[in-house]
């Protein structure tokens, strides 16, 4: 379904401008304006690249998504560049400090700190206030960050790791199995394996490692940034692992190919 019209009408009522506001500003005549909000005509290419340059949102969202059912912290994400949700498709632009060689460094997001980066991940002068430091044997051409993990849901990485991620621009191209580190909106920064379920679902699920957590799915639109989880960092020595342990680990690896086995039975 066409949602253009009634998108155009609702952004420029959200702004507080009029018709006129918008037509002098696209250089389209008032009528012009009239016509599109109220489905009396359709947009050509031009118009659409106008409206879409106008108000900041890719041209699929202003069609295809009904921008009425947004939450209201949706729709601040919208209008603040962030449509990503919508589909998990756009291209992201992230805040980020550089060394004095103009390296990209590892920013640290600790466990206090969490909260925090939630609701400012895209702000540079929140972003400027965190820890940094350099991992050599990373690659320069990407983009890494560091985030400390709680609980024990993905053991044998223990509670009190850091781990350290690449930044996806594209959900899409997260693949099913990888562990990432997703930045939610109401559940806070959680590290879990993901089955992309974008296509069939617009949704993630997330699984643990520890098999007394339950999978859960996880709509794109919850989903504020993911990070594909590169390596951690522990500073404990770990125990050895008993018996039972090392079978309830075998069990957890054999519940993840189960769940991937039964995903591609249903997709042939």
Known sequence: MNHFSSNIKLLRNRKKRTQNDVAAALNLKR????????????????????YSKYYGIAI??????????LSENQFTDLQNGFDVF?????????????????????????????AGY????????????????????????????????????MLPIPGGSVVIGEFVQNFLDVKS?????????????VFKLVENEIEEKQSFQLVSLNSQFEPYDLPVTE???????VCFLNTEIPEPETDLQQLMKSVNEMKIELQQLKKVKRQT
Do not use: H, M
């Open 223 to 229: 989903i504020k940034e993911i990070w594909k989880f």
């Open 177 to 189: 199995g990888q562990a990432c580190i997703v930045v939610t909106r109401d559940e806070g920064i």
């Open 118 to 153: 939630v609701t400012s991940f895209a702000d540079p002068e929140y972003i400027g206030t965190l820890p940094v430091f350099q991992l050599p044997f990373l690659s320069k051409e990407k983009k890494y960050r560091a985030f400390t993990i709680s609980g024990d849901s």
């Open 60 to 69: 699929d969202t202003l069609i295809n998504v009904d921008l009425n059912r």
């Open 86 to 114: 919508v589909r998990g498709t756009n291209l992201r632009v992230i805040a980020t400090t550089v060394d004095s060689e103009n390296n990209d460094n590892i920013e640290f997001v600790n466990q206090k700190a969490q």
């Open 31 to 50: 009528t012009t304006v009239n016509g599109l909000e109220n489905s009396i005509s359709q947009p050509t290419v031009p118009q659409l690249q106008a």
